[in-house]
């Protein structure tokens, strides 16, 4: 099973800061990798998936980044909205595998 | 509206069994993957399984497979996992989800997600 490995696991920052958050495969994804946001008590939804392509809906100062094995979500000015748990996920193979997440706080 | 229901989550003993329901609204289920995905209390997300579109393909996570089974009506736009032999660590919020990719690609993702029906294992 391919392994993804998330850094920060949790990261405190202010409404208007800039954050990136790390992703990493254990193989060679290429570029299946998806970033889900997760509300507390609720469902995720997807921000972004094909490693960038960002999702209808979602605001523009989320983009992602990366390929192979290393990507990258990165909120450029953050909302109060934004902070939850985030979730990358590979959909190279199955099991679809998801990272451990990382909680952004304020 | 899109949208997915679960249903048939409860509080049940190690070893009992126990099926889940996802009933899909706003669109034909038929032609899409679907999948399920947990998570329990405090934890991360669990990608759990997922099923083709006339349920000829089943793929499992090794830790359930053989005490897992993913399957779907058409018929009924819904979508089902029976979950026999239940342990302690099997307690989680189970959430189903429509596995998607868009045209001429292989990029899938998980694009609708129900609320979730809740599965508490003890005795």
Known sequence: ?106 | EVQLVESGGGSVQPGDSLKLSCVASGFTSSNYWMSWVRQAPGKGLEWVANINEDGSEEYYVDSMRGRFTISRDNAKNSLYLRMDNLRAEDTAVYYCARDYAPTNSYFYYLDVWGKGTTVTVSS
């Open chain 1, 1 to 106: 099973d391919i392994q993804m490995t998330q850094s920060p696991s949790s990261l405190s920052a202010f409404v208007g800061d800039r954050v990136t958050i790390t992703c990493r495969a254990s193989q060679n994804i290429a570029t299946y990798l998806n970033w889900y946001q997760q509300e507390a008590g609720k469902a995720p939804k997807v921000l972004i998936y094909g490693a960038s392509t960002l999702q209808s809906g979602v605001p523009s100062r989320f983009s992602g980044r990366g390929s192979g094995t290393d990507f990258t979500l990165t909120i450029s000015s953050l909302q109060p909205d934004d902070f939850a748990t985030y979730y990358c996920q590979q959909s190279y193979s199955t099991p679809r595998t998801f990272g451990q997440g990382t909680k952004l706080e304020i």
